[in-house]
């Protein structure tokens, strides 16, 4: 299965500043997503990452706040602006390596814990 | 509104227990069910369930779907403490985002030695 990379692992930042993280997939996969995990909470859909055009959000999710690039089939990059307190989660890169139209199994990348003070 | 709900929310085991994690779900137009398993950051891919019936498995973990009572359940027979991880249950379906799977809370497994 492919490999996915996140950078940075962690980070502590101050409030009012922004983060970029990036991922990057070992393979050309068709579909991305960007996650968030709150401290106690389960995952959350932020936004598909598509190729190529401007990212799908889900409800709750603006451009402004987190912007999403994805110039290829193999990386992508979030960015968390004006950070506050409420920002401190984990953020997640996620996969489906086939085809949008088949049963895809998912997976996701390692994480980078964010904490905004 | 689309759920999926886990029990129990919390486990403490022994080394070599058998144990069973349970996963409920009201979904409209299901596609799929997963199960991860967590233990820092990252969730673990570690059973995709499409078919009722159908067991899966891996090493000491199995996994199984019944799409008529719309729930699924994880087994992991002779623990170890290497096994102590939240264990999260997902569902993905056929309306919006493709990648939209709807988490469960998980359930924190321990297993003491």
């Known amino acids: 299965s492919a490999v996915i990379s996140q950078k940075p692992s962690r980070d502590i930042c101050q409030r009012g500043t922004s983060l970029t993280i990036q991922c990057q997939v070992d393979?050309?996969?068709?579909?991305m997503f960007w996650y968030r995990q709150q401290p106690g909470q389960s995952l959350t859909l932020i936004a598909t990452?598509?190729?190529?055009?401007?990212?799908?959000?889900e409800s709750g999710f603006v451009i402004d706040k987190f912007p999403i690039s994805r110039p290829n089939l193999t990386f992508s990059t979030l960015t968390v602006s004006n950070m506050s307190p409420e920002d401190s989660s984990i953020y997640l890169c996620?996969?489906?390596?086939?085809?949008?139209?088949?049963?895809?199994?998912?997976?996701f990348g390692p994480g980078t814990r964010l904490t905004v003070l | 509104e689309d759920k999926v709900v886990q029990s129990p929310l919390s486990l403490v085991v022994h080394e070599g227990d058998t144990v069973t994690l349970n996963c409920s779900y009201e979904?409209?137009?299901?596609?799929?069910l997963l199960w991860y398993k967590q233990e820092k950051k990252a969730p673990t891919f570690l059973f995709m369930l499409?078919?009722?019936?159908i067991e899966k498995k891996s090493g000491r973990l199995s996994s199984i779907l019944d799409k008529k009572e719309l729930f699924s359940i994880l087994n992991i027979t002779a623990t170890q403490t290497g096994d102590s991880a939240v264990y999260l249950c997902?569902?993905?379906?056929?309306?919006?985002?493709?990648?939209?799977?709807?988490f469960g809370k998980g359930t924190k497994l321990s297993v003491k030695p």
């Open positions: 393979s050309q996969v068709t579909m």
């Open positions: 990452a598509n190729q190529g055009s401007e990212a799908t959000y």
């Open positions: 996620s996969i489906t390596p086939g085809p949008m139209s088949s049963y895809n199994e998912q997976f």
């Open positions: 997902a569902v993905k379906n056929y309306g919006g985002s493709q990648g939209n799977l709807i």
């Open positions: 499409t078919s009722s019936g």
């Open positions: 979904v409209t137009n299901f596609r799929s």
